[in-house]
């Protein structure tokens, strides 16, 4: 098994310039989320979707927007991307089955620089 | 807005010696993991613990959990060079799948 898969590694953007995150997962999980980390703030969750078909707002979302295309995969979008959206992005998997009460899987994540 | 506030923000220790690591929270939890984070790498799950639960043991890692004080510590015992990363608490409360996380210890071990 892969685990939690991302692509791609590293990205530079424009500001202004539009670009998807891809995940995936082969652990036919339920709920999949998208964080971002940036020094000294820790892990801040943009989108999650708990189930195949359904998103909803973290922490964070202004500025992004998510599909969850089918179970494995779920995107992340970067409309207009802005220099604060620089970051490295975490996409993680759970179960889902435990009402919250599982672990995360996370992927190795994509650092993306806005210039 | 974070949950979880670790302690000390960084630690430095010597290979064999234990590292002790404590996280701070301010609401009703239903549990609290750790986390640990080698650079430029994802996050791996290290331990879970209920709110019913006291302390936890895995291998070198025991975890405490004190819900009257809303705080937890992290020990590993018997470092090694391979322990230093960065230690994230996360907290769960509701009955969502949410969890959020604290922002991080950074560990080294010197060998």
């Known amino acids: 098994n892969a685990g939690v898969t991302q692509t791609p590694k590293f990205q530079v953007l424009k500001t202004g310039q539009s670009m998807t995150l891809q995940c995936a997962q082969d652990m036919n999980h339920n709920s999949m989320y998208w964080y971002r980390q940036d020094p000294g703030m820790g892990l801040r969750l943009i989108y999650y979707?708990?189930?195949?078909?359904?998103?909803d707002k973290g922490e964070v979302p202004n500025g992004y927007n998510v599909s969850r295309l089918n179970k494995r995969e779920f995107s992340l979008r970067l409309e207009s991307a802005a220099p604060s959206q620089t970051s490295v992005y975490f996409c993680?998997?759970?179960?889902?089955?435990?009402?919250?009460?599982?672990?995360?899987?996370f992927g190795p994540g994509t650092r993306l620089l806005v210039l | 807005s974070q949950q979880g506030e670790e302690d000390p923000q960084a630690l430095s220790i010597q290979e064999g010696e234990n590292a002790t690591m404590n996280c701070s929270y301010k609401?009703?939890?239903?549990?609290l993991q750790w986390y640990r984070q080698n650079s430029g790498r994802g996050l791996v799950h290290l331990i879970l613990i209920r709110s019913n639960e006291r302390e936890k043991h895995s291998g070198r890692l025991r975890v405490t959990l004190d819900t009257s004080k809303k705080s937890s510590s992290l020990l590993i015992t018997a470092s090694r060079a391979a322990d230093t990363a960065s230690y994230f608490c996360a907290t769960l409360s509701g009955a969502n799948s949410k969890l959020t996380f604290g922002k991080g210890i950074t560990l080294s071990v010197r060998p």
């Open positions: 609401t009703s939890i239903n549990n």
């Open positions: 993680a998997s759970s179960t889902g089955l435990a009402g919250g009460q599982e672990t995360q899987y």
């Open positions: 979707s708990a189930s195949e078909g359904t998103t």
